[in-house]
């Protein structure tokens, strides 16, 4: 339903979605009304984001309650060379493969700021994610998307890439050089490395949870759009050129049964819709570190005086030697 009439990318042909609220109309409704709906604000938030704001996607058994796309998704920018990156991937085969890029700040948020999202064999998603991480991806676009970190001598690093670990399955055949074949070694084959993610999804949902909880009394990042009266913020942060990311943060049902009911997504949902989410799940559980700061250049009468001291130091010790 939402693909088809609300997702503006993907909607019928001749589809049109109107948004309304139920603000729209309060002048017509009785007022006890109008007041016993805007109290269920704090008593049932997702009642009164679906049937008050009208918003789609607010539904009781929501697995990701607080996602909001005013506070959670920003508009793209561009990464700073300092923050550290890595990459998360869920392969679908058959169903879509989502693969995302990720920065650290240095006060220990993460922004998810690019997103490859498709169908088909490794031979097609690996050649993708390579072009994502050259050099010169990005070249001229608003964010200046560059998945990998640059180093000082201007090369660039191998860098981490969370994976579901079911990708070293089998696949009952042997790759060129003998070793039994996988997923995990189809990429390989095409120069992509992949690391192998924590796959309890318990945790890796509840650990999403915690990124995207808005902490009282956190300073929200100033590249961010929480509103300053919320007097909280969250840690975990998607440009919103993530769109599969962002709908099914939005859809995702949690689980009512099982071993897991109520403490990780819905499995068959997320098997068959929720790769995006599964890819979030695997870049979460790598608990990264907040990007440490770089060093502040030295004042150059401060470095030329370091370096003279350095000079009379080793002279003096040249002296000493010689007697």
């Known amino acids: 339903m939402h693909t088809r009439f609300v997702n503006e990318r993907t909607r019928d042909e001749g589809a049109r979605y109107v948004h ?30 679906s049937f008050v704001l009208g918003e789609w996607g607010a539904f009781e058994g929501a697995a990701f309650p607080e996602f909001e796309e005013a506070i959670h998704v920003v508009e793209p920018f561009e990464i700073p060379e300092a923050w550290e990156r890595f990459e998360s991937m869920d392969h679908g085969t058959n169903n879509p493969t989502a693969w995302h890029a990720w920065a650290a700040d240095h006060d220990g948020n993460l922004v998810i700021f690019d997103e490859y999202y498709g169908t088909g064999l490794v031979s097609k998603h690996a050649p993708a994610v390579k072009r994502r991480r050259a050099p010169t991806y990005g070249g001229g676009a608003p964010a200046g998307l560059n998945w990998w ?8 690093p191998d860098n981490n890439c969370w994976a579901d670990p079911s990708i070293r399955a089998n ?20 120069d992509v490395h992949l690391i192998f993610a924590n796959n309890d999804r318990r945790a890796g949902y509840l650990r999403l949870l915690e990124l995207l909880h808005p902490e009282p009394g ?34 995702a049902p949690v689980a009512v049964d099982g071993a897991n009911a109520g403490e990780a ?11 995006a989410t599964s ?26 005086a370091r370096r003279t001291l350095e000079l009379m130091e080793e002279e003096e010790e040249g002296r000493y030697v010689a007697i």
């Open 20 to 49: 309304v609220s139920m603000r729209d109309n309060a002048a017509n409704l009785p007022p006890d009304y109008v007041a016993a709906m805007m109290a269920t604000k704090a008593q049932r938030p997702s009642w009164y984001r």
């Open 149 to 156: 970190n640059r180093l000082d001598g201007g090369d660039w």
């Open 171 to 190: 696949h009952g055949h042997s790759d060129r050089f003998g070793w039994p074949a996988s997923i995990w070694t189809e990429y390989r084959d095409h």
């Open 218 to 251: 956190r300073v929200p990042p100033p590249w961010s759009h929480v509103p300053a009266e919320l007097g909280a913020a969250p840690r975990l942060y998607a440009f919103s050129t993530c769109e599969r990311l962002i709908e099914q943060l939005k859809s």
């Open 265 to 275: 997504v819905d499995g068959k949902w997320e098997s068959a819709y929720g790769h």
């Open 279 to 304: 890819s979030a799940r695997y870049g979460a559980m790598s608990r990264p570190s907040p990007s440490p700061m770089p060093e502040e250049p030295l004042d150059p009468r401060e470095e030329m």
